[in-house]
């Protein structure tokens, strides 16, 4: 039976968690986020930090742009949950683990992980069998994206509720889709209660990225390819947030890569760094 048979998530899913892991092992304090608990999801094989896309020289600017853009969401959901929303949906959430690793603030809030349903399926396993299980604010809602169906519909049937504020996060998903689809997802976010806040990231195009990063980009692309899952969508920041402002957000702001470096890198004397490439959407209804 092959991974995807089984219902395990993506490699991309599993990789994201393993670099998430690799900061806290190998990368000296202060860490921006301490994150193991999508390793021991994930349960890789014992020599798993010796994969090349593991390396920790090689692959290390882009295991420190997920960290910061892990930090920046969690930083973003707690001061919107301090500000009284209620619920947080996760788009494409693969491994996220903020419900097991923030209880604290997770369980102030109804928490929506939205993925395919054999991916949701696997974690709800790996969830019960680690001894996390499933608290009554944490809802695993299973979407079949290849089938064209309706999240925001599925959502509502699991209990979200469109009329009442909610952050909704999307990271490392719109390379993979058409600029129609992201439009589309965006107008359907743009559409809920006022005060609701979306972060989302996306892909720069290459011309774009620092010099120095961009060999890391077009292996990343590459790989992607080669995976079937190639990249397809590469945006300017004005190009996203004038899909954003056309979906109907009331605000839009672009947040680089570089300010997130700047904000949780800055000072370290290991020379830990993001690299550029990808940046992020903020907007709010």
């Given at each position: 039976m092959?991974?995807?048979?089984?219902?395990?998530?993506?490699?991309t899913a599993?990789?994201?968690?393993?670099?998430r892991?690799m900061?806290?092992?190998?990368?000296p304090?202060?860490h921006?986020?301490?994150?193991?608990?999508g390793?021991?999801?994930a349960?890789p094989d014992?020599?798993w930090?010796?994969?090349?896309d593991?390396d920790?020289?090689?692959?290390?600017?882009f295991?420190?742009?997920?960290v910061?853009?892990s930090r920046f969401?969690?930083d973003?959901?707690?001061e919107q949950?301090?500000?009284g929303v209620t619920?947080?949906?996760v788009?494409?959430a693969?491994l996220?683990?903020f419900?097991?690793?923030r209880?604290?603030?997770a369980?102030?809030?109804?928490?929506?992980?939205?993925d395919?349903p054999r991916?949701?399926a696997w974690k709800?396993?790996?969830l019960d069998?680690?001894?996390y299980g499933?608290?009554d604010?944490?809802?695993?809602?299973?979407?079949d994206?290849?089938?064209?169906e309706?999240?925001?519909?599925?959502?509502?049937?699991a209990?979200?509720d469109?009329g009442?504020?909610?952050v909704i996060?999307?990271t490392?998903?719109t390379?993979?889709l058409t600029?129609?689809?992201?439009?589309?997802?965006?107008?359907?976010?743009?559409?809920?209660?006022?005060?609701?806040t979306l972060?989302m990231?996306?892909?720069?195009?290459?011309?774009l990225?620092?010099v120095?990063?961009?060999?890391?980009l077009r292996?990343?692309?590459?790989?992607a390819?080669r995976?079937?899952?190639?990249?397809i969508?590469?945006y300017p920041p004005q190009?996203?947030?004038?899909?954003?402002?056309?979906a109907?957000f009331?605000?839009v702001?672009h947040v680089s890569g570089t300010?997130?470096?700047d904000?949780?890198?800055v000072d370290?004397t290991d020379g830990?760094?993001?690299?550029s490439?990808?940046?992020?959407?903020?907007?709010?209804t």
């Open positions: 092959t991974e995807e048979q089984a219902g395990a998530p993506d490699n599993v990789r994201v968690a393993l670099w892991a900061h806290v092992q190998i990368d304090p202060p921006v986020l301490r994150d193991e608990v390793l021991r999801l349960d014992d020599d930090r010796d994969r090349p593991m920790p020289h090689i692959t290390s600017g295991r420190a742009a997920v910061a853009r969401i969690e973003l959901v707690t949950a301090d500000r619920q947080y949906v788009l494409g693969g996220d683990t419900a097991q690793r209880p604290e603030i369980s102030r809030l109804q928490l929506f992980e939205v395919q991916a949701q709800r396993h790996r069998a680690l001894g499933i608290p604010w944490l809802h695993l809602v299973p979407v994206f290849e089938a064209s309706d999240w925001l519909k599925q959502l509502t049937e209990g979200f469109p009442r504020p909610a996060v999307s490392g998903v390379m993979y600029e129609d689809a992201t439009a589309a997802t965006l107008g359907q976010i743009a559409g809920l209660a006022p005060g609701s972060a990231t996306f892909l720069l195009p290459t011309e990225v620092d120095a990063d961009r060999p890391g292996r990343s692309t590459e790989g390819q995976s079937g899952t190639p990249f969508s590469f190009q996203m947030l004038a899909l954003a402002r056309e109907g009331s605000q702001r300010a997130l470096a904000r949780y890198f370290r830990l760094r993001p690299s490439g990808e940046d992020l959407l903020l907007a709010t």
